[in-house]
């Protein structure tokens, strides 16, 4: 129901930047961990990043830690995720994921990513050339 739809993607060289949305619908938005995950060819799936559900705790992948940030608008019920100083080895698809956030009742720590994720978007491009 979420119904997550990515955009942003394209062909950027190497250090530049590019800014990946993802839009999603549901009366429960709010309620929804997000994260980001990618593909690069002949590889399997690989998580990226992850923020809570009110935006207050996000986690990142080393490969990317501080050249990515993830952030969150409930009002748009969107997720961004804002890449900088882009590499080659960037280079995937990239999908953008939800699941239920249990720290939405219970607060506390959040330990995202999760196991589990319930909607998946379709993917977008990302290129990075050397």
């Known amino acids: 129901q979420l119904d997550p739809v990515e955009s942003g993607g394209g062909v950027v060289q190497a250090g530049g930047s590019l800014r990946l949305s993802c839009a999603a619908s549901?009366?429960?938005?709010?309620?929804?961990?997000l994260a980001w995950f990618r593909r690069a060819p002949g590889q399997e799936r690989e998580f990226v990043a992850t923020?809570?559900?009110?935006?207050?705790?996000?986690i990142y992948a080393d490969s990317v830690k501080d050249r990515f940030t993830i952030s969150r608008d409930n009002d748009k019920k969107t997720t961004y995720l804002q890449m900088n100083s882009l590499k080659p080895e960037d280079t995937a698809v990239y999908y953008c994921?939800?699941?239920?956030?249990?720290?939405?009742?219970?607060?506390?720590?959040?330990?995202?990513?999760?196991?589990?994720?319930?909607?998946w978007g379709q993917g977008t491009q990302v290129t990075v050339s050397s």
């Open positions: 994921a939800s699941a239920w956030d249990r720290t939405y009742y219970s607060g506390g720590t959040f330990y995202g990513p999760y196991d589990e994720y319930d909607y």
């Open positions: 549901g009366e429960t938005f709010y309620s929804y961990a």
């Open positions: 923020i809570s559900h009110d935006g207050a705790s996000t």
